[in-house]
T-cell receptor, first 118, second 113 residues
Framework: DGGITQSPKYLFRKEGQNVTLSCEQN?????MYWYRQDPGQGLRLIYY???????QKGDIAEGYSVSREKKESFPLTVTSAQKNPTAFYLCASSALRDRGPKGTGELFFGEGSRLTVL | GESVGLHLPTLSVQEGDNSIINCAYSNSASDYFIWYKQESGKGPQFIIDIRSNMDKRQGQRVTVLLNKTVKHLSLQIAATQPGDSAVYFCAEKGGTSYGKLTFGQGTILTVHP
């Protein structure tokens, strides 16, 4: 089945460590996104990529890094520079351009990765 | 629009009642809007969408209303069920920002049996 797979689902990190969250999609979508969600709050955009080997900062990019070496993959690294990394991280993808009446740029989300810093 | 750092508003209803969830958006150039439902510990799921050239769209038990004059979006859920309990987000897309959505604050809907 087509979809977005995030791993790991749960991750614990010690302070000062970098961790990488995986996001893979087989929907043939051009664009991929990382959002952060804190308890009881909405989604905030960290980074997004509209094409391979290119990505842009979102609203809260500080302390994070990404790469887009393949269309299917958009890993997120939470670095030690991120002062408050404990959160629920959501990866999403979308078709870059409208394609016919069904092409709307709707985001398809993974199931999320919950990162806890000990 | 997005409100970073604020806690989500809540709506409590009885099973069988109709629910109305509201959202104010900020970008007058936005041409596409989506409602998402997020259950606890899961990723958001698409519910219904609407383009800016429409003011109403109906799905199964759900209706989205768009008022561009006051930049307001609402989601109506008919005959609300306990399984509808979740956080609901509206999202908007600017005219040239293909696929890049800006999310609203979200509303927690709790349905009591």
């Amino acid at each position: 089945d087509g979809g977005i797979t995030q791993s790991p689902k749960y991750l614990f990190r010690k302070e000062g460590q970098n961790v990488t969250l995986s996001c893979e999609q087989n929907l043939n979508h051009d664009a991929m996104y990382w959002y952060r969600q804190d308890p009881g709050q909405g989604l905030r955009l960290i980074y997004y990529s509209q094409i391979v080997n290119d990505f842009q900062k979102g609203d809260i990019a500080e302390g994070y890094s990404v790469s887009r070496e393949k269309k299917e993959s958009f890993p997120l690294t939470v670095t030690s520079a991120q002062k408050n990394p404990t959160a629920f991280y959501l990866c999403a993808s979308s078709a870059l351009r409208d394609r016919g009446p069904k092409g709307t740029g709707e985001l398809f989300f993974g199931e999320g990765s919950r990162l806890t810093v000990l | 629009g997005e409100s970073v750092g604020l806690h989500l508003p809540t709506l409590s209803v009885q099973e069988g009642d109709n629910s109305i969830i509201n959202c104010a958006y900020s970008n007058s150039a936005s041409d596409y809007f989506i409602w998402y439902k997020q259950e606890s510990g899961k990723g958001p799921q698409f519910i219904i969408d609407i383009r800016s050239n429409m003011d109403k769209r109906q799905g199964q038990r759900v209706t989205v209303l768009l008022n561009k004059t006051v930049k307001h979006l609402s989601l109506q859920i008919a005959a609300t069920q306990p399984g509808d309990s979740a956080v609901y987000f509206c999202a908007e897309k600017g005219g040239t920002s293909y696929g890049k959505l800006t999310f609203g604050q979200g509303t927690i809907l709790t349905v009591h049996p």
